[in-house]
């Protein structure tokens, strides 16, 4: 049974930090491999798609990474801001499944 | 493009009462939608994949007589939880494939359900 973990459960820090967040899953049998962005209360913002056969896609300040072989998945955001607070999960999808989710990891970026 | 919608985003009922939550694909087909729910400081959890002119199915755990889902077009799929009872409230979202298929999934807003 594929799971999903992700660390550190929160995370703070000041702003313009760069900074990274892990995901790891079990089974490496993945399709693809998504990035969202959570808001208190609110539905999910996708960031970045991760194909199986990609290593790495980027999107402004972001950039996600991909190991399939040693299941494990970064994003990397550059230069912090305050307006990045919220939390960010990672998700897996297997051929023909849902999507199966971490927990998530909780960021405040102060001013 | 890409965009799925959810309504109501939040409702308060009472006990023992239904509650409807549609999700719709506003600009694009979607054969597969999925139903997730989160409770709070928790992760998305599936309840149901949801095709298009057939039965859902269920996850193990997920009373398919309490959670009722309809997924009668390729653009509108809903759920209905019957008998709602307090610790049913949760936040409940939807997804859908996307255009090329469910190999990317777009969310909905989410709907906030309370029952009291």
């Known amino acids: 049974k594929q799971e999903v973990t992700q660390i550190p459960a929160a995370l703070s820090v000041p702003e313009g930090e760069n900074l990274v967040l892990n995901c790891s899953f079990t089974d490496s049998a993945i399709y693809n491999l998504q990035w969202f962005r959570q808001d208190p209360g609110k539905g999910l913002t996708s960031l970045l798609l991760i194909q199986s056969s990609q290593r790495e896609q980027t999107s402004g300040r972001l950039n996600a990474s991909l190991d399939k072989s040693s299941g494990r998945s970064t994003l990397y955001i550059a230069a912090s801001q305050p307006g990045d607070s919220a939390t960010y999960l990672c998700a897996v999808s297997q051929a023909g499944t849902a999507l199966i989710f971490g927990k998530g990891t909780t960021l405040s970026v102060s001013s | 493009g890409a965009v799925v919608s959810q309504h109501p985003s939040w409702v308060i009922c009472k006990s023992g009462t239904s509650v409807k939550i549609e999700c719709r694909s506003l600009?694009?087909?979607?054969?597969?939608m999925f139903w997730y729910r989160q409770f709070p400081k928790q992760s998305l959890m599936l309840m149901a994949t949801s095709n298009e002119g057939s039965k859902a199915t269920y996850e193990q755990g997920v009373e398919k007589d309490k959670f009722l889902i309809n997924h009668a077009s390729l653009t509108l799929s809903t759920l209905t939880v019957t008998s709602a009872h307090p610790e049913d409230s949760s936040f409940y979202i939807c997804?859908?494939?996307?255009?090329?298929?469910?190999?990317?999934?777009?969310f909905g807003p989410g709907t906030r359900l309370t029952v009291l």
């Open positions: 600009d694009f087909q979607a054969t597969t």
């Open positions: 997804s859908a494939g996307g255009p090329a298929g469910y190999n990317e999934q777009f």
